[in-house]
């Protein structure tokens, strides 16, 4: 069965202090991996996809990498209004195409 | 990026009343939009795929006579919560694709909905 695994559940952060967000996932094969940043009573916001092991992409403070088996959402040197709850999503093959299946998220709290 | 507009944003009924959200494309063409279902501190549960101009495919579980979904225009679908009871309340997000690009979804703000 697909399925996506985000780690930790929540994540406080002095600002300025670094950290990383795990998306793990168990899927039959892998069309694209989703980040999405999502705001309190608002709707995700995308961030990036990708789709191969191996492959980075960056936007501001954001870096996200993949491998086989997870990925990764680095934060540098994070600011408040970075808080937010990140969500990771993967798109399978096989199936619908763009059905994505999320993970539970990571509430990211960032204090000043 | 595409923008998509959900309205209401929030919405207040009494049970056994039916509500319509309505989802749509403000900057782009969307031959499929997604109706997703958000519960408190959960995952985002795919409830249906919505086609413009044929009948939307539902996920195992999600009733299509309770959840009506009506996909007219290629920037337009819409949610009709038909019957609402209490345990329907919860956030609903649709989503959407550009016609021609790949792997991109873009949602929209979302709808709170609440049964009384």
């Known amino acids: 069965e697909d399925q996506v695994t985000q780690s930790p559940e929540a994540l406080r952060l002095q600002e300025g202090e670094s950290s990383s967000l795990n998306c793990s996932y168990t899927v039959s094969g892998l069309r694209g991996l989703f980040w999405y940043r999502q705001d309190p009573g608002k709707g995700p916001e995308f961030l990036f996809t990708l789709y191969s092991a191996g492959e980075e992409k960056e936007k501001e403070r954001l870096k996200a990498t993949l491998t086989k088996k997870e990925s990764f959402l680095h934060i540098t040197a994070p600011k408040p209004e970075d808080s937010a709850t990140y969500l990771c999503a993967v798109q399978p093959t096989g199936g619908a195409t763009n059905k994505l299946i999320f993970g539970t998220g990571t509430l990211l709290a960032v204090q000043p | 990026g595409a923008v998509v507009s959900q309205h209401p944003s929030r919405v207040i009924c009494k049970s056994g009343t039916s509500v319509k959200i309505e989802c749509r494309s403000l900057d782009f063409q969307a031959t499929t939009m997604f109706w997703y279902r958000q519960f408190p501190k959960q995952s985002l549960m795919l409830m249906a795929t919505?086609?413009?101009?044929?009948?939307?495919?539902?996920e195992q579980g999600v009733e299509k006579d309770k959840f009506l979904i009506n996909h007219a225009s290629l920037t337009l679908s819409t949610l009709t919560v038909t019957s609402a009871h209490p345990e329907d309340s919860s956030f609903y997000i649709c989503?959407?694709?550009?016609?021609?690009?790949?792997?991109?979804?873009?949602f929209g703000e979302g709808s709170r909905l609440t049964v009384l």
């Open positions: 989503s959407a694709r550009a016609s021609g690009r790949t792997g991109e979804l873009f």
């Open positions: 919505s086609n413009e101009g044929s009948k939307a495919t539902y």
